[in-house]
């Protein structure tokens, strides 16, 4: 598996940060259901200090998209919009960074300048994402093994994207520029498995600091993977941290079967892969193909490209569903392009093979080059034709620096050409940082306890499984279930248990969630612990609270829930021997579980079922003749 | 000994001693390890006590001197040099338009010294920056100052006005001059007069979000500033800017009735009192108002100015003194931006009197900005008009400034200046108001 073939990722993790303020305005980190303004913005390639234009800008402004901005004053300003300058830093956010930091044990910097990255996709208002780093170097370890750390560095987060067609893409403004923690990884070897523990790792890490933001979305994982001595592939947004292995592992796959696709190359003496192109929309006048049909139909043209030594090797899979093709395929997906046909699946794309005949005899090519035709609106072939050509001139050398998205089957998807080193310069709005002894003093002193320490004491102090220990450390709040550990008079696991594990049950049964917050969890717990309602009872009540939106005290109402005591127990069950004195008759002992189901159904939320069990057996004993086990109430 | 520009202290000494300089690959051995980057200069106002390095990763990380254990050259570099692509060929037969510029943030890049934006790029680069601009016009780009619009004075402004009236004379279909947006009002008002009668469109233009960043409104500012300039059947001084906070509409102001009313806002430009002049959308212009200018017709330039005018603010309890002090340091005129209507304290009343009867002009506008001064309705304003101060209707401050710097420029003085200053020369009063 991976590892032994040379596959090395490198993972970076981006978590909000937890913070009053976004990291350079007073807006509040909130999210907004409604979007009362909006605006609309282009973005064009900065020039760098050096006078050049960025290769991944200059491909999104090539697509000549439009970006819609959405804001709503609860959660945006003039900063989000660039329209007002970044105020200071916020000091809070840059706090926690530096104790992120300190965490994983990496090195405070001495200054801290702001940098603008250019990101011009349009999820960055200025066309940049500020970011700056306030740690270098440094290393952790898991299970013996040393993993390295790059850097941390302190950044605002994007805008949350809405939705995309070929025109414009639609920007929610409320996430733009929370502040966010990147922790970025030397590379790793690529077993998937072990990238997940890593990860897994780092994110409770973070967690220790009480520091990070929790639920969906707040943490993100991006991957640079490579085979030792190809080019670097960026992976960006896995937001679940499961599909983290499966995409090493597609990643890993799908860069194995390009070196193969170079080698083959190689084998057969195609040193460079030469392209030709030509427009031969008239080849096609009357072709029954579907796929260019359509795009001819509203006046579109046909490009082919015919690529030296490349016949067969387009649609030729060295790992199962890897081919060239599909990589073609996906960058000009990548430019709203969806017409796109290689010569190795002409006869299934109803390319007729007078039509292929006709079209080699046109490009003058024969059977040991590929073609490609590109159908769409004039001006988007030609567009598209020079970016497939370099791609195809690139399959000489295997694996290209590109920058790919995960999907959420826990594939990649081409999305830009990698993004020079050019695309980062200061942010002159922002005076820098010294970060000064007394700074450094704060943090240390805020150092939390190792989460790995932390889950042990759990375990031990409270009698936890492994497991659960670790489920409640992860919950994200391991001080409040130890606060009632030690308040309630319940046992330890069955409040561990109510605060990690009920939530994720009541939300498969579709409870909406005010029925499982923290705060009416623990009131139940109250309930429980003041003998008002038995254990047994708190599913029922949290899902009354859920589907109802009542108390917890209503609920109990409603559900009818008085909590019993022994002696109105037992004149329940001694109700119940009675009637079935037959039964106990013929079956004896076991007439339990029977027995016990029947007093359950009448008892159950009233009264704790260990109580319930103990009072028939001393009944059931006493009709068949035995004397009590229990020391306590004697047959009547 | 290499560059090392902005670097002081224990950090220039350590630098030195290293023998680098900026732009070399240095190695800083830190008490955690080395780190490795390119050395980039030093802001202005930074510490001597921190070395800047830029990682591979082209992240800037400051390191304090004295924790480290050493500095050495890995690899000697070049200090980086700015060298854009060259510039688009213009299509033959389109209008030939004549770009000035003068600095500030359409033309601005990062400079290293402050580490601010600061002006940098000429107007040749600017123009590679918007290669659409050779679909629209012969652009032929001039840089006449390279300053921030702070620092403009009525002496650029002459020499603005002799140039755009030699590019008329050059056969230049339009003109633009791209400027800061700080005092671009002031400069439009200026040229509206200095210009008044001009035979093209001349199209005063800036950007509130720095050039250097993706999302700048600098290009399209430009674009439709060259467009208009070059292809507009009206003529005129006008200031382009967006409408509002889309990348979609450009407004044009009339030169002496536009006013910065936001400090970031794309939008921050404001006709007042009056409709905008036109409307330039991406396929053209979309609106024009009644009554501009048309194209062509005789013109005579009248570019002097004489900066010994004052624009003064009344605030309450403002001393007598403030007056006395803007006559001794020589001031001709003085527009005096009052309460209300039109109003200053008694005490000013008096001073301005004094200031009129030694021969200076006083005029009065109002600090509402809006609306129109008028000196005949309370007592204070009947005081003012007898102390010889003369009211200027609805023209703006900054306007009336300019104007007075003009007139006096022309070297009209007395009841000449003060006729001058009331005749309405560039559309700078309006004789109506209506409600918005």
């Known amino acids: ?636 | 000994m290499g560059d090392l520009s902005g670097y002081g202290g224990d950090a220039l000494k350590s630098l030195k001693e290293a023998g680098a300089a900026i732009g070399d690959v240095l190695e800083a051995k830190t008490p955690w390890g080395e780190v490795t980057g390119t050395l980039v200069p030093r802001y202005l106002y930074g510490d001597g006590d921190h070395l800047v390095l830029k990682l591979r990763s082209g992240y800037n990380v400051g390191l304090r001197v004295s924790g480290l254990k050493g500095v050495r050259v890995v690899a000697k570099g070049e200090k980086p040099s700015f060298s854009p692509p060259a510039p688009p060929k213009p299509a033959k037969g389109l209008p030939r338009v004549l770009i000035i510029g003068t600095g500030g943030t359409i033309a601005s890049r990062i400079d290293y010294r402050t580490g601010a934006v600061g002006p940098a790029i000429t107007a040749a680069e600017l123009y590679s920056l918007v290669p659409e601009l050779s679909g629209i016009a012969q652009v032929h780009p001039e840089i006449m100052f390279d300053i921030f619009s702070e620092n403009i004075t009525p002496k650029h402004w002459s020499r603005l006005a002799r140039r755009v009236a030699k590019a008329v004379k050059e056969g230049f279909d339009g003109v633009v001059v791209a400027h800061g947006t700080d005092t671009l009002g002031y400069t439009a008002a200026a040229l509206s007069f200095a210009l008044a009668g001009v035979p093209v469109p001349v199209v005063l233009v800036g950007a509130q979000r720095s050039s250097d960043r993706p999302s700048s409104d600098s290009s399209l500012n430009l674009i439709a500033a060259v467009s208009v300039a070059g292809t507009a059947r009206f003529s005129g001084v006008y200031v382009a800017m967006h409408l509002g906070e889309s990348d979609d509409k450009i407004a044009f102001h009339r030169g002496t009735r536009v006013r910065k009313n936001h400090t970031s806002r794309r939008d921050a430009f404001v006709s007042v009192d009056v409709p905008l002049a036109a409307v330039w959308g991406r396929s053209g212009l979309e609106y024009v108002s009644e009554g501009l200018p048309a194209r062509g017709g005789a013109f005579r330039p009248r570019p002097r100015f004489d900066g010994r005018a004052a624009l003064i603010k009344f605030y309450p309890s403002m001393p007598a003194g403030a007056i006395r002090a803007a006559r001794r340091a020589g001031a001709k005129a003085l527009v005096i931006e009052g309460t209300g209507l039109g109003h200053v304290s008694k005490e000013l009343t008096k001073e301005l009197a004094a200031f009129v009867k030694a021969g200076g002009l006083a005029c009065m506008t109002s600090q509402c900005i809006e609306g129109r001064v008028n000196l005949n309705v309370y007592d204070t304003g009947r005081d003012l008009i007898h102390a010889g101060v003369l009211p200027l209707d609805d023209m703006l401050s900054e306007t009336a400034l300019a104007k007075a710097m003009w007139v006096i420029g022309t070297g009209a003085s007395g009841a000449r200046a003060r006729e001058l200053m009331s005749a309405n020369v560039a559309g700078e009063t309006t004789p109506r108001t209506f409600p918005s």
């Open chain 1, 1 to 636: 598996m991976g590892g032994e073939d040379g596959l090395l990722v490198g993972l970076e993790i981006h978590q909000q940060l937890a913070c009053s303020t976004k990291l350079f305005c007073a807006c509040p980190p909130a999210k907004s259901e409604e979007f009362p303004y909006h605006f609309e913005r282009r973005l064009r390639p900065a020039q760098s200090e050096t006078g050049r234009f960025d290769p991944a800008a200059v491909f999104e402004f090539a697509k000549g998209r439009s970006n819609m901005y959405f804001w709503n004053p609860e959660s945006s300003c003039l900063v989000e919009a660039d329209e007002e300058p970044p105020h200071p830093i916020s000091k809070e956010a840059l706090e926690a960074s530096m104790l992120a930091a300190a965490t994983i044990d990496s090195n405070l910097v001495d200054e801290v300048h702001v940098m603008r990255k250019i990101v011009i996709d349009g999820s960055n208002t200025g066309g940049f994402q500020r970011t700056a780093v306030v740690g270098l170097g440094g290393s952790f370890s898991i299970d013996g093994s040393r993993v390295g750390v790059q850097s941390v560095t302190l950044e605002e987060d994007a805008a949350r994207i809405l939705g995309e067609d070929a025109a414009s893409r639609r920007f929610a403004l409320d996430r733009m520029g929370v502040a966010l923690v990147e922790v970025a990884l030397e590379p790793v070897k690529g077993d998937p498995e072990f990238v997940g523990r890593v990860a897994l790792h780092l994110g409770r890490a973070l967690r220790s600091t009480g520091r990070v933001a929790r639920g969906l979305g707040t943490i993100r994982q991006d991957l640079n993977v490579s085979l030792s001595g190809g080019a670097v592939v960026e992976v960006k947004g896995v937001q679940k941290l499961n599909l983290l292995p499966k995409v090493v592992e597609y990643e890993g796959k799908r860069q194995r079967a390009l070196v193969q696709v170079a080698a083959r190359l190689k084998e057969s003496g195609v040193r460079r892969v030469r392209c030709r192109t030509g427009d031969v929309t008239a080849v096609f006048a009357r072709t029954s193909s579907a796929a260019l049909r359509r795009p001819l139909g509203v006046g579109g043209r046909v490009g082919c490209i015919a690529a030296e030594g490349l016949g067969g090797l387009l649609g030729w899979e060295p790992e199962p569903g890897m081919r060239l093709g599909k990589e073609i395929a996906e960058v000009a997906r990548a430019n709203s392009l969806g017409g796109v046909i290689h010569s190795d699946e002409f006869a299934r794309q109803g390319v007729a093979e007078s039509e292929a005949s006709e079209l080699r005899k046109e490009m003058r090519c024969g059977e040991g080059d590929g073609l490609v035709l590109v159908a769409g609106p004039q001006e988007v072939v030609e567009r598209v034709i020079p970016l497939l050509m370099s791609r195809l001139e690139g399959a000489v050398k295997g694996v290209p620096a590109e920058t790919r998205a995960a999907t959420d089957a826990g594939e990649t998807r081409y999305m830009r050409p990698r993004a020079g080193s050019q695309r980062m310069y200061p942010e002159t709005d922002i005076p820098t940082i010294k970060v000064a002894e007394g700074l450094w003093k704060k943090v240390l002193d805020q150092m939390p306890e190792d989460w790995s320490t932390l889950v042990g004491r759990l375990k031990g102090k409270y009698s936890l499984s492994a497991d659960l220990a670790l489920k409640v450390y992860d919950s994200g709040d391991p001080e409040e279930f130890e606060r009632l550990a030690h308040s309630l008079r319940l046992e330890p696991s069955f409040i561990a248990s109510a605060l990690v594990d009920l939530p994720v049950r009541l939300a498969r049964e579709e409870v909406p969630e005010r029925g499982y917050s923290p705060q009416v969890i623990v009131e139940a717990l109250k309930a429980v612990d003041a003998g008002r309602v038995a254990k047994e009872a708190v599913p029922a009540i949290l899902g009354v609270v859920g589907r109802r939106g009542v108390s917890v005290s209503e609920a109990i109402g409603e559900l009818g829930l008085v909590a019993l005591d022994e002696t109105q127990v037992a004149a329940t069950v001694d109700r119940i021997v009675g009637a079935e004195a037959n039964l106990i008759q013929e079956k004896g002992e076991g007439a339990f579980s029977q027995l016990m189901g029947e007093a359950m159904r009448e008892l159950r939320g009233k009264a704790d079922g260990a109580t319930v069990a103990r009072v028939l057996r001393q009944r059931l004993d006493a009709a068949l003749g035995k004397t009590s086990r229990a020391g306590g109430d004697q047959p009547s």
